[in-house]
């Protein structure tokens, strides 16, 4: 393949990344579709090829949806243990965040929900959302017909926004400072200091540290606050699951202010906050190994902020 054809596809990368990475809701994945899609584009006639970028986009589409179909996926998302790849802000995998739709369609709440889309809902709704692709081209691009096209992302949107409250834009300052009273409150086990700054219709999910089967999910801010108030609590099981004490920070994760809990350098666990009214909406834990690889990788590569509380 000569070098013309190389940089026709290295022009197409971050954009087919940031597509996978929504449809996938893994980098990793990604990635590795990213990777077919070339090893696709290096055996194809690429003379006959008229719109490279479409047929680009087709080709990873298409990987993405064999993945979201095939036996392991479906296995491993019916078991309700899954949740999204947590990525830093800025990390050129989130792609395109212009409009206020782009940004919710890569937030960690909508990826999760995602998740009871079907794979072609999925697809269309990413492709018309994020991507701002015209109906025609999205049939085109599944094989499907356009009104097809329209009645997908209209059940996706009504899937979506029937379970997902769009939070408040935080300015940045004012964000940090619920988060660091929340972990105060959390640490220190006062736990109605913790129902204080939670909305009243306050939500949680979990993976459970990665040992659960299922995803936990909390729906009161009582039970918010008790559960928060238990993960916070140190113990030694804690401390050897984590690998130590870890030291927490705040950063932004997939556009929402996070706390990371770091042990050796190593990012051990993320917390993702949205807000309403100044207060917290809703808690997003993920502590999955597997689920924390590329925010290590942007851990290690970057000089991070002072912890906000380091004596766990």
Same mark, same amino acid.
């Given at each position: 393949m000569d070098s013309a054809a190389i940089d026709r596809f290295e022009a197409s990368r971050s954009r087919l990344a940031s597509l996978s990475y929504r449809l996938l809701g893994s980098a990793a994945d990604a990635e590795d579709a990213v990777q077919d899609a070339f090893l696709r584009w290096q055996a194809a006639d690429r003379e006959r090829i008229e719109l490279p970028e479409a047929w680009l986009t087709k080709v990873v589409t298409h990987l993405c949806l064999d993945r979201l179909r095939s036996a392991r996926a479906r296995h491993e998302r019916a078991a309700g243990a899954w949740l999204p790849e947590p990525l830093f802000e800025g990390d050129p995998m989130l792609g395109p965040a212009e409009t206020f739709e782009q940004r919710e369609s890569v937030s960690l709440a909508v990826l999760t929900l995602m998740e009871r889309l079907s794979p072609v809902e999925r697809a269309v709704y990413v492709l018309r959302e994020a991507f701002s692709y015209p109906h025609a081209e999205i049939a085109g691009i599944l094989d499907i017909t356009e009104s097809a096209s329209q009645q997908h992302v209209h059940r996706a949107r009504i899937r979506i926004t029937a379970e997902h409250r769009r939070g408040?834009?935080?300015?940045?300052?004012?964000?940090?400072?619920?988060?660091?009273?929340? #972990?105060? &409150?959390?640490?220190? *086990? /006062?736990?109605?200091?913790? =129902? @204080?700054?939670?909305?009243? !219709?306050?939500?949680?999910? $979990?993976?459970?540290?990665?040992?659960?089967?299922?995803?936990?999910?909390?729906?009161?801010?009582?039970?918010?606050?008790?559960?928060?108030?238990?993960?916070?609590k140190p113990t030694p099981a804690k401390r050897?699951?984590?690998?130590?004490?870890?030291?927490?920070?705040?950063?932004?994760?997939?556009?929402?202010?996070? #706390?990371? &809990?770091?042990?050796? *350098? /190593?990012?051990?666990?993320? =917390? @993702?906050?949205?807000?309403? !009214?100044?207060?917290?909406? $809703?808690?997003?834990?993920?502590?999955?190994?597997?689920?924390?690889?590329?925010?290590?990788e942007a851990w290690r590569q970057h000089q991070p902020d002072a912890p906000v509380f380091n004596a766990w």
């Open positions: 408040d834009d935080v300015d940045p300052g004012s964000a940090r400072r619920i988060v660091e009273e929340f #972990l105060a &409150a959390a640490i220190s *086990g /006062r736990t109605e200091r913790l =129902v @204080a700054l939670l909305t009243d !219709d306050a939500t949680a999910v $979990s993976d459970g540290y990665g040992l659960a089967r299922r995803l936990l999910r909390y729906d009161t801010r009582e039970r918010v606050a008790s559960y928060v108030r238990a993960g916070f050897r699951l984590a690998g130590g004490s870890p030291a927490f920070h705040i950063a932004l994760v997939n556009g929402s202010p996070a #706390l990371l &809990a770091v042990t050796d *350098g /190593r990012v051990v666990g993320a =917390v @993702a906050f949205a807000f309403s !009214d100044g207060k917290v909406a $809703s808690l997003l834990g993920i502590a999955t190994a597997d689920r924390l690889s590329r925010l290590n």
